[in-house]
């Protein structure tokens, strides 16, 4: 079965980092797409950065290219996603998400395991 738990959220002056830290567990296909989505309330959720391996290959939402990162610790299993220059239109709540390799990898419907979230609190 696979488990997904997210941590590392919190609250932040604008301006400021976080770093959000996934932990995947019982995934046993070769080839794997992780994404980052947020959701605040009241709007849809949206992609907000993935990496699938094999080949590490990366993609961001417009939104977010040139601040954030996200890279993979494989002997961890474990994915990160780096948070710089946060403003407050990035508070939402985060959700990891995994699956096989898709063509899509920042549409949610891609994806069939979701974490539980982990709340960003970004202040101005």
């Known amino acids: 079965q696979v488990h997904l738990v997210e941590s590392g959220g919190g609250s932040v002056q604008a301006g400021g980092s976080l770093r959000l830290s996934c932990t995947i567990s019982?995934?046993?296909?070769?080839?794997?797409?992780t994404a980052w989505f947020r959701q605040a309330p009241g709007k849809e959720r949206e992609g907000v950065a993935t990496i699938c391996t094999p080949g590490f290959s990366r993609y961001f939402a417009a939104s977010v290219k040139g601040r954030f990162t996200i890279s993979e610790d494989d002997a961890k299993k474990t994915v990160y996603l780096q948070m710089n220059s946060l403003a407050p239109e990035d508070t939402a709540m985060y959700y990891c998400a995994a699956d096989v390799y898709t063509l899509q990898p920042l549409v949610a419907r891609s994806f069939g395991y979701w974490g539980q979230g982990t709340q960003v609190n970004v202040s101005s």
């Open positions: 019982g995934y046993s296909y070769s080839t794997k797409c």
